[in-house]
């Protein structure tokens, strides 16, 4: 063993390598914002995933601690103690301090069990205030503690004895507040993703327990034996299925593990999510392919074959028969081979034809013994099918009317002098009399106002041919230029912020949910892009002697009247702003529009799978989940003004 304070030039080499880390920390977790402050977390959680890939780990437990740091339980086998040969300190300490090859966004993207593991363990530990790593083994508890980055602070020693057939590793590390943006972790970001790996990972136990949260003592725990299928059964909840049972199907070759699970309902939309070694591959690749590869190919084999298909018909395309349908593809690699710009594609070959053995088997049983279910299948895509050609034509006329030529008797956009849309932003205005405030304010050089005078049509429920029927929804796809459906091209958007300008009453929520369910179904990429604002109109307006001042909320009327000066023995008075139109078009500047004193919040995306599940709660079919959820979320409704 060496001495606690020697370092040799072996120690020096390493903690140099952790500096270059502290350096250049983009390099290693892409950023040093929320993302890169959780991607720690993952970093670590991904050995104890390892390990429960590798059959020895059934529990884990992540815990945020008082102080934001965070701990990281599993009852595997516990990192190796022995001294490793090549290093010739434990390897325990080799994992915490030694950068791998491929670093690079580590992610646990380049190993599947018996890979290269604990990657990311020294990069988190270099990113770290401090780190203390527990292993129990061999009946005894070993512990060793880092500081600054991933300065040893001693050698792995034994501070204790534990029960002899007890193994496992408990981390835990305080990011370091000079590397990231903010160190405050947030409690929704990790269960979004403890939930995730929890279906990903039939059996396992994950529980996230927040002990900054005097109330949270037990945590939340995830474990779902059914895995995937009741990820497809979380997705469709407030959905109507098709068929009652989830398709479950899966399959092994050369070391490759492929499963998917599926399940169609009434709904429009697809919602399919793919995965390898539990990443998600945004951009799908061979397992994806494969699996729609023969969907299409079997379900129009069965509709020709049943005769639901007659032989003048056009074939269903890829697109007709995703319609409604819920899909979660997971596979687990050994060796994958990722793509793309941001590396979201999958691009093993081998992949596609198990995806497409797996599923071709199993989908055509289905199909035989379910004709019911098949045949409502197959008559939905041929519904869909139609839709889309009808949307075709509806979209050439759309296109024919561009804002250059003709205002078609709806040029209701008053639009802005830049055509740069880097600096351009259109507020889409509820009603007329708002709009022309709107219009009288906003500055016409780089402010378009699109006044809305009817209800848009609720896309949840109605397919992209009935959408462009409707008057508002085709003056939206004019004014952002982008296109719809197949011919969407974000690189052709006109405005760099989209605001959504409505009252703050019922009316106002509801219009405005209206148009994030358009934006979100027909314009997903403006969201994720972070196109999407909604304006803050303020609730009050409080005049003292000659000042004027405009509040957002409730709280910030108390906090600015408690300012007051006492002495001044004059009485504050206290307007509620009802809505937009009262405004005139000075108020409606100062307040809502002006670039420099307004508020904006941005509508963003988090979840994908929460925001879907929102929507079709709120817009769909099913009554029973929109009530239910209602009465849930009412508490958290602060103005409700009918
Ligand atoms: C809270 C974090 O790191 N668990 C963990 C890590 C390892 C093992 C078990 C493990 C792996 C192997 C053998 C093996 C790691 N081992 C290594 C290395 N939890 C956490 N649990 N025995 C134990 O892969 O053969 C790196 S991580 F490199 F030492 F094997």
């Given at each position: 063993?060496?001495?606690?304070?020697?370092?040799?030039?072996?120690?020096?080499?390493?903690l140099?390598g952790?500096?270059?880390?502290r350096?250049?920390?983009?390099?290693?977790?892409?950023?040093?914002?929320?993302?890169g402050l959780?991607?720690?977390?993952?970093?670590?959680?991904?050995?104890?995933?390892?390990?429960?890939?590798?059959?020895?780990c059934?529990?884990?437990?992540?815990i945020?601690?008082?102080?934001?740091?965070?701990?990281?339980?599993?009852?595997?086998?516990?990192?190796?103690?022995?001294?490793?040969?090549?290093?010739k300190?434990s390897?325990?300490?080799?994992v915490?301090?030694?950068?791998?090859?491929?670093?690079?966004?580590?992610?646990?993207?380049?190993?599947?069990?018996?890979?290269?593991?604990?990657?990311?363990?020294?990069?988190?530990?270099?990113?770290?205030?401090?780190?203390?790593?527990?292993?129990?083994?061999?009946?005894?508890?070993?512990?060793?503690?880092?500081?600054?980055?991933?300065?040893?602070?001693?050698?792995?020693e034994?501070?204790?004895?534990?029960?002899?057939?007890?193994?496992?590793?408990?981390?835990?590390f305080?990011?370091d507040?000079?590397?990231?943006?903010?160190d405050?972790?947030?409690?929704?970001?990790?269960m979004?993703?403890?939930?995730?790996?929890?279906?990903?990972?039939?059996?396992?136990?994950l529980?996230?327990?927040?002990?900054?949260?005097?109330?949270?003592?037990?945590?939340?725990?995830?474990?779902?034996?059914?895995?995937?299928?009741?990820?497809?059964?979380?997705?469709?909840?407030?959905?109507?299925?098709?068929?009652?049972?989830?398709?479950?199907?899966?399959?092994?070759?050369?070391?490759?593990?492929?499963?998917?699970?599926l399940?169609?309902?009434?709904?429009y939309?697809?919602?399919?999510?793919?995965?390898?070694?539990?990443?998600?591959t945004?951009?799908?690749?061979?397992?994806?392919?494969?699996?729609?590869?023969a969907?299409?190919?079997?379900?129009?084999?069965?509709?020709?074959?049943?005769?639901?298909?007659?032989?003048?018909?056009?074939?269903?395309?890829?697109?007709?028969?995703?319609?409604?349908?819920?899909?979660?593809?997971?596979c687990?690699?050994?060796?994958?081979?990722?793509?793309?710009?941001?590396?979201?594609?999958?691009?093993?070959?081998?992949?596609?034809?198990?995806?497409?053995?797996?599923?071709?088997?199993?989908?055509?049983?289905?199909?035989?013994?379910?004709p019911?279910?098949?045949?409502?299948?197959?008559?939905?895509?041929m519904?869909?099918?139609?839709?889309?050609?009808a949307?075709?034509?509806?979209?050439?006329?759309?296109?024919?009317s561009?804002?250059?030529?003709?205002n078609?008797?709806?040029?209701?956009?008053?639009?802005?002098?830049?055509?740069?849309?880097?600096?351009?932003?259109i507020?889409?205005?509820?009603?007329?009399?708002a709009?022309?405030?709107?219009?009288?304010g906003?500055?016409?050089?780089t402010?378009?106002?699109?006044?809305?005078?009817?209800?848009?049509?609720?896309?949840?429920k109605n397919?992209?041919d009935?959408?462009?029927?409707?008057?508002?929804i085709?003056?939206i796809?004019?004014?952002?230029?982008?296109?719809?459906?197949?011919?969407f091209?974000?690189g052709k958007?006109?405005?760099?912020?989209?605001?959504?300008?409505?009252?703050?009453?019922?009316?106002?929520s509801?219009?405005?949910?209206?148009?994030?369910?358009l934006?979100?179904?027909?314009?997903?990429?403006?969201?994720?892009?972070?196109?999407?604002?909604?304006?803050q109109?303020?609730?009050?307006?409080i005049?003292?002697?000659k000042t004027?001042?405009?509040?957002?909320?409730?709280?910030?009327?108390e906090?600015?009247?408690?300012?007051?000066?006492?002495?001044?023995?004059?009485r504050?008075?206290?307007t509620r702003?009802?809505?937009?139109?009262?405004?005139?078009?000075?108020?409606?500047?100062?307040t809502?529009?002006?670039?420099?004193k307004?508020?904006?919040?941005?509508?963003?995306?988090d979840?994908?799978?929460?925001?879907?599940?929102?929507?079709s709660?709120?817009?769909?079919?099913?009554?029973?989940p929109?009530?239910?959820?209602?009465?849930e979320?009412?508490?958290?409704?602060?103005?409700?003004d009918?």
């Amino acid at each position: 063993m060496k001495e606690n304070t020697h370092y040799d030039a072996s120690d020096i080499q390493v903690l140099e390598g952790l500096e270059a880390v502290r350096k250049r920390p983009g390099m290693y977790i892409g950023t040093t914002d929320v993302k890169g402050l959780h991607h720690l977390v993952w970093e670590i959680v991904d050995n104890s995933i390892d390990e429960a890939l590798a059959g020895y780990c059934n529990n884990i437990e992540i815990i945020i601690n008082k102080d934001n740091s965070i701990t990281v339980k599993d009852d595997g086998r516990g990192i190796p103690v022995d001294i490793h040969p090549k290093t010739k300190i434990s390897t325990v300490e080799t994992v915490y301090t030694v950068l791998h090859a491929g670093g690079k966004f580590g992610g646990g993207g380049y190993k599947v069990s018996g890979g290269l593991h604990g990657v990311g363990a020294s990069v988190v530990n270099a990113l770290s205030s401090w780190l203390e790593v527990k292993v129990y083994k061999n009946g005894k508890i070993h512990f060793m503690r880092f500081e600054n980055g991933g300065h040893p602070v001693n050698h792995l020693e034994i501070i204790g004895d534990c029960e002899e057939n007890r193994t496992g590793t408990v981390v835990t590390f305080k990011p370091d507040p000079n590397i990231f943006d903010t160190d405050i972790y947030d409690y929704n970001i990790l269960m979004l993703r403890i939930r995730e790996l929890a279906f990903l990972n039939k059996g396992l136990r994950l529980t996230l327990r927040d002990d900054r949260d005097e109330e949270d003592t037990t945590g939340e725990t995830f474990i779902y034996e059914g895995g995937i299928s009741e990820y497809v059964k979380f997705i469709n909840q407030g959905k109507t299925p098709i068929h009652k049972d989830i398709i479950h199907l899966e399959g092994e070759e050369d070391g490759v593990f492929f499963e998917v699970a599926l399940q169609y309902n009434t709904g429009y939309k697809e919602n399919i999510y793919s995965f390898v070694n539990n990443i998600n591959t945004h951009d799908g690749g061979t397992h994806e392919d494969g699996v729609k590869r023969a969907l299409t190919r079997l379900i129009n084999n069965y509709a020709r074959k049943s005769n639901i298909l007659k032989e003048k018909d056009e074939s269903l395309t890829g697109e007709d028969v995703k319609e409604g349908l819920t899909m979660i593809v997971s596979c687990k690699h050994p060796n994958p081979q990722f793509e793309g710009q941001t590396k979201g594609r999958l691009g093993n070959s081998e992949v596609r034809k198990l995806a497409d053995n797996v599923f071709s088997s199993g989908f055509e049983k289905f199909l035989l013994e379910n004709p019911n279910e098949a045949k409502q299948i197959v008559e939905k895509s041929m519904l869909a099918c139609r839709a889309r050609n009808a949307a075709k034509k509806a979209r050439e006329i759309t296109r024919k009317s561009d804002l250059a030529t003709t205002n078609l008797g709806w040029g209701k956009l008053s639009d802005c002098k830049s055509k740069d849309p880097k600096v351009s932003e259109i507020f889409i205005v509820e009603g007329d009399s708002a709009g022309g405030s709107a219009k009288k304010g906003r500055d016409s050089m780089t402010q378009a106002i699109l006044p809305l005078r009817g209800k848009i049509l609720n896309v949840e429920k109605n397919r992209l041919d009935r959408a462009l029927g409707n008057e508002e929804i085709r003056s939206i796809i004019t004014a952002f230029g982008t296109g719809i459906g197949e011919e969407f091209n974000l690189g052709k958007l006109r405005y760099d912020k989209i605001i959504i300008m409505t009252d703050a009453d019922v009316d106002g929520s509801h219009i405005r949910v209206l148009l994030l369910t358009l934006f979100y179904r027909f314009f997903r990429p403006i969201v994720e892009a972070g196109h999407v604002y909604a304006a803050q109109p303020p609730l009050f307006k409080i005049m003292h002697g000659k000042t004027r001042k405009y509040v957002l909320t409730e709280e910030e009327k108390e906090e600015y009247l408690n300012t007051l000066p006492d002495n001044v023995r004059q009485r504050a008075e206290i307007t509620r702003m009802k809505g937009l139109g009262e405004m005139d078009a000075d108020e409606l500047n100062i307040t809502t529009m002006d670039i420099e004193k307004r508020i904006l919040r941005r509508i963003t995306v988090d979840d994908c799978v929460m925001a879907d599940q929102i929507f079709s709660t709120l817009m769909g079919e099913e009554v029973e989940p929109r009530r239910k959820f209602i009465e849930e979320n009412a508490k958290f409704v602060e103005n409700l003004d009918i």
